[in-house]
């Protein structure tokens, strides 16, 4: 959606979508607003609550199978195990994409972890697609007048045009930009706290073949996961900046974590969206 300044400021029910790698602040700003009349739809949130769910509480139970006193109480129906997903709190989530890498160290078979990981492309696009819908919710049901879409930091590897265009088509998008002191922070960040991720397909395949080749490991099982993940990060990261450019150029606007850092409340947030809209 391409707005004008005036046009952002005259709209009386505003929806934004927050564009941006993990970690650089996107969820922070939207808990910001939802105190002040702001709808939170956090993507991961849905994802891990509707479409993932069955396959997240499965994998869980999966791994309680393995100890015997839990898998006499599930098996007896004597305990029950449910998803404890916030949008603070999208662990369950995260665990379930899991790591590529030797099983012996909790890694996933490639087979698996490729599995997973189309599960996950498919649930990020059926939650941005429920967008249009839950701005009529926060309105109609919940009495928001505002929604803010805090998206998942692979969105931008999606490659579906189609639900890049419902967002844009509702929602005016900002792509958060990590200045390069951000930037080093997040792979930091990274290294310290290895994180399951997601990959489009080429790209992890691509990506695999150089690793075996450097580490010298002749097949998956080889692969310690966390450093795998260490390895990925910033090639990851890098990846991504011209994915998310492109769609911020093409559909929305761009603002700097430098600039995000001047935003203290609601207020000081239109202010700098109206200024970015200006230039």
């Not at 958060?176 to 951000?182: G, H, R, S, Y």
């Not at 450019?245 to 700098?272: C, M, N, P």
């Amino acid at each position: 959606m391409k707005l004008s300044a005036r046009d952002f400021k005259a709209w009386d029910n505003k929806c934004i979508t927050l564009l941006g790698m993990s970690g650089v602040g996107k969820t922070r700003l939207a808990a910001r607003l939802r105190k002040r009349n702001w709808f939170h739809y956090s993507g991961d949130y849905r994802i891990g609550t509707r479409y993932l769910d069955e396959p997240i509480l499965d994998h869980i139970k999966q791994q309680a199978m393995q100890v015997p006193f839990l898998r006499d109480l599930l098996r007896s129906d004597s305990i029950y195990i449910r998803n404890n997903i916030t949008v603070d709190n999208l662990q369950p989530v995260s665990s379930f994409l899991g790591k590529l890498g030797n099983p012996e160290r909790g890694g996933l078979g490639l087979k698996e972890f490729k599995y997973r990981q189309e599960l996950h492309r498919q649930a990020e696009i059926a939650a941005m697609r429920d967008v249009p819908e839950f701005i009529r919710k926060a309105g109609e049901i919940y009495g928001y007048r505002h929604f803010v879409n805090d998206a998942g930091g692979s969105l931008c590897e999606l490659d579906d045009p189609a639900t890049i265009e419902v967002l844009a088509g509702h929602t005016l998008i900002l792509y958060l930009k990590a200045n390069e002191k951000d930037e080093q922070e997040l792979i930091r960040r990274a290294e310290d706290d290895p994180k399951p991720l997601y990959y489009r397909e080429a790209f992890l395949d691509e990506q695999l073949d150089i690793y075996l080749r450097d580490k010298g490991c002749a097949y998956v099982a080889q692969i310690d996961p966390d450093d795998f993940v260490r390895w990925m990060f910033p090639r990851l990261f890098y990846s991504r900046l011209p994915r998310y450019q492109a769609i911020a150029d093409q559909y929305g606007y761009t603002l700097t974590t430098d600039e995000l850092k001047e935003v203290r409340d609601e207020s000081s947030f239109l202010r700098l969206v109206e200024k970015v809209l200006e230039r």
